[in-house]
């Protein structure tokens, strides 16, 4: 069965600490987003890349960074946290064909900054 | 910019009640659209699809039609279980890559 896996489930940080998120996929796509959701907001593009090394900033890039040096792992970096970072933070991927077939999402990575 | 409006949850029905969840979009040119669902505790998973005016998609009983002369693309089941409890989003297109999400309707059905 093909997933986008999330590393953390939970997690919580501390206001100021550097934060890694960790998503990896086994479909072989090339394209890889990062999203997160909030009540009332919806969803709400941070980054994505659609190939490795690349990188194109979202709606929403502020206080985030990302990484993709494989294909099948996108992470998203948060340099100094912020309680207003806390959220849910759902990683999706895509294949070349584009968004016709579908994005495939991981379960998501819900934040807690203290 | 492209933008979908949903309308606001939290929607609550009966089991066996009609369905209806409403979605208008803005865009330029002639995006596709989407419903995705999002059980507890899960990512969003694709419902259902249409790419041009007219196209019903359909998928587990859910059914919404791609409407250009009034920009919606209306979520619809008509009889609705405790296990559709979720929450329900629309999308549509943006280029060859992008999806701009609504916020999305949280829908609960009670026996």
């Known amino acids: 069965d093909v997933k986008v896996t999330q590393s953390s489930r939970y997690l919580v940080k501390r206001t100021g600490e550097k934060v890694f998120l960790e998503c990896v996929q086994d479909?072989?796509?090339?394209?890889m987003f990062w999203y997160r959701q909030d009540p009332g907001l919806g969803l709400r593009l941070i980054y994505f890349?659609?190939?490795?090394?690349?990188?194109e900033k979202g709606d929403i890039p502020e206080g985030y960074s990302v990484s993709r040096e494989k294909k099948e792992r996108f992470s998203l970096i948060l340099e100094s946290a912020s309680t207003n970072q806390t959220s849910m933070y759902l990683c999706?991927?895509?294949?070349?064909?584009?968004?016709?077939?579908?994005?495939?999402f991981g379960s998501g990575t819900r934040l807690t900054v203290v | 910019g492209d933008s979908v409006t949903q309308m606001e949850g939290p929607v609550t029905l009966s089991e066996e009640a009609f369905l209806t969840i409403n979605c208008t979009y803005t865009a330029t040119g002639y995006p596709s659209l989407f419903w995705y669902v999002q059980y507890p505790g899960e990512g969003l998973q694709l419902l259902l699809k249409a790419t041009k005016a007219d196209d019903k998609g359909s998928n587990k009983g859910f059914e919404a039609t791609y409407r250009k002369e009034t920009t919606s693309f209306h979520l619809e089941k008509g009889s609705v279980q405790v296990s559709d409890s979720a929450v329900y989003f629309c999308a549509l297109s943006r280029g060859n890559t992008l999806l701009v999400f609504g916020k999305g309707t949280r829908l609960s059905v009670i026996a």
């Open positions: 999706a991927s895509m294949d070349r064909q584009g968004p016709w077939y579908g994005y495939t």
């Open positions: 890349s659609y190939d490795v090394k690349m990188k």
């Open positions: 479909m072989d796509h090339e394209n």
